[in-house]
């Protein structure tokens, strides 16, 4: 048997290609990104990156209805926004199998909420199976889209970032070649879901967990490892990696479907333990579930409900040693506060929108790290598409002198993932507001994928970008402007107007990303500092940039900036807020 070392989301990939899927698709967001980025090396599956969440389901839900067996990934937050098909189709069923990734966020490491996608399978009432390795991941994504066709139901699938991310050993196979050719199905019965039909559907899929349970006690993915003593630990996932390794000795019921839950077997394995422990990150989703059967368990009055264990963590909470020495070691770790990267389109914008003293609703991407320090000019943030809704209900209750501050931005990606419909709603509804799009072409806080507007598919194939600035025409705005971030003055001046018009209007701050593959001919040499021109005002800090370092002076001299030469990408933006002409370039 050919085996190989994978992460987490490579064996997500390969469990598709052998579990012999047709059609995937996805919506970039860490920690999940990964998977469809993996799934388009094998040419087999079709794969695309799709506007957002709910779009990808139901591109995956239309391959479905043909007879192919389909996936999603996502993150969590993800599903939030697919969870309208999602709950539909768990009364609906499948066609050929149909498998959604969820990636959990605990600790949020690049999240703005640690929501639990368990919930969500209990929500749509469809079985969910959480893998702890890379080995599970490719072995479990096989499964489910067995067990999706077996029981007619969208399967989830839950990972989180230390499996994600994580590397094991993992056995490969080949790629399942016995399934059925896709064509057409009329089953308008099935298919439809008028409230007629779905009237049928409802108990068939009450039943189908009654079934899911009993299945569930007879599966190996669903295990007891035998300890010593009468000590029980009931745990999934990657929290069995740190249940083993802290309570090596424990009894163990290792779950490997966390829903529906084999309650016979948890009944059983509860019988034989005196004591007993539900280990597992985030809510106490098993807990709750077991403690409803009658079960005295001890769970969250032990283990923290925020953020993601660690065996130190597990071993505190359970009064246990820990090795000091790598407490230690982490707590000597200097911060790397995230930042934008040298030459980021952003960058100017956020200046000059923090001089005007606006009031910025922002939004998801890299562009929210405007809000942290030195430009701190970011006022709010909630999800995808939020950063011109809040905007439109600020405008609607504030005076119009105030209004004049509010300032809703969003990136490109994020603008057609979820924010067309949003400026829609401000220019239907005629709310004056100011409105800003940071296009830099790319999909960039997640690792630059393409997108709609980069002009090339996930195969690198080339397609027509997307015309933001006929599409903001398209829904009603007549004040549609493109303007160059690096140029501040030109900048600053497009904000002040755009800000004092009465009336919606756009404009769109247009740089490519410098680190996207496709924009490398727009780096420029790198600039220096004139040791005898800087007066160490520290002007140029400001910004924000890793490529301006600042240089201490001796004992009765003044420090002064010097900029790094590798990460510097010669934007200029630097050299226009220094007053002492400090900044030189290649022409100098």
Known sequence: MERAILSGNEAFARGAFEAGVRVASAYPGTPSTEILENIANYPEIDSSWAPNEKVSLEVAIGASFGGARSMVAMKHVG??????????????????????????????????????????????????????????????????????????????????????????????????????????????????????????????????????????????????????GELGVITAGISYQYAKEVLPKAHVLKLGMVFPLPKQMI?????????????????????????????????????????????????????????QGVAAAAETLPNRPPNMCPGCSHRGAFYELKRLGAYVTGDIGCYTLGALPPLSAMDTCVCMGAGI???????????????????????????????????????????????????????????????????????????PPVDLEAICRAVGVKHVRVEDPYDLAQTRKALQEEMERPEVSVVIFRRACMLDRHSRAERHAPLFVKADS?????????????????QEGAAG????????????????????????DAFGDGHE
């Not at 034989?272 to 989703?285: A, G, N, S």
């Not at 403690?291 to 130190?312: L, S």
């Not at 140029?540 to 600042?550: N, T």
């Open 79 to 228: 599903v939030n926004v697919a969870a309208d098909p999602l709950l539909t189709m768990s009364y609906i069923g499948v066609g050929g199998g149909l498998v959604v990734v969820a990636a959990d966020d605990p600790e949020m490491h690049s999240s703005q909420n640690e929501q639990d996608s368990r919930h969500y399978a209990r929500l749509a009432k469809i079985p969910m199976l959480e893998p702890s390795d890379s080995d599970e991941a490719l072995a479990f994504t096989k499964l489910a889209f067995d067990l999706s066709e077996q029981f007619d139901t969208p399967v989830m699938l839950r990972s989180n970032t230390r499996i994600s991310h994580g590397k094991s050993i993992v056995n490969l196979g080949p790629r399942r070649t016995d399934l059925p050719a896709p064509a057409l199905q009329r089953n308008p019965g099935k298919f439809v879901m008028l409230p007629a039909n779905a009237r049928k559907r409802h108990p068939i899929v009450e039943q189908r967990l009654l079934d899911l349970e009993i299945w569930g006690c007879q599966q190996p993915i669903n295990r007891v490892e035998d300890g010593e």
């Open 267 to 323: 009944r059983d394995f509860a019988a034989r333990c005196k004591t007993l422990y539900v280990i597992e990150e985030l809510d106490p989703f098993i807990e709750d579930q077991i403690r409803a059967m009658g079960i005295e368990v001890n769970g969250k009055e032990t283990f923290p409900i925020c953020g993601e264990f660690t065996p130190g963590r597990l071993a505190t909470a359970l009064g246990l040693p820990t090795s």
């Open 389 to 463: 809704s809040n905007a439109t209900g600020l405008s609607k209750v504030l005076t119009p002198e105030e209004r004049k501050k509010v300032v809703g931005v969003m990136g490109d990606s994020t603008f057609l993932h979820s924010g067309i419909t949003s400026l829609m709603d401000m220019a239907y509804n005629n709310t004056a507001g100011t409105v800003v799009i940071l296009d830099n072409r790319i999909t960039a806080m997640t690792g630059r994928q393409d997108n709609p507007t980069s002009g090339h598919t996930l195969a690198g194939i080339e397609s």
């Open 534 to 550: 800087c007066v160490g005002c520290k002007a140029c800090l400001k910004i924000g940039c890793p490529a301006i370092e600042w």
């Open 557 to 580: 001299e003044k420090g002064r900036a010097q900029i790094n030469q590798v990460l510097c990408v010669g934007c200029g933006v630097c050299k226009q807020l220094c007053k002492f």
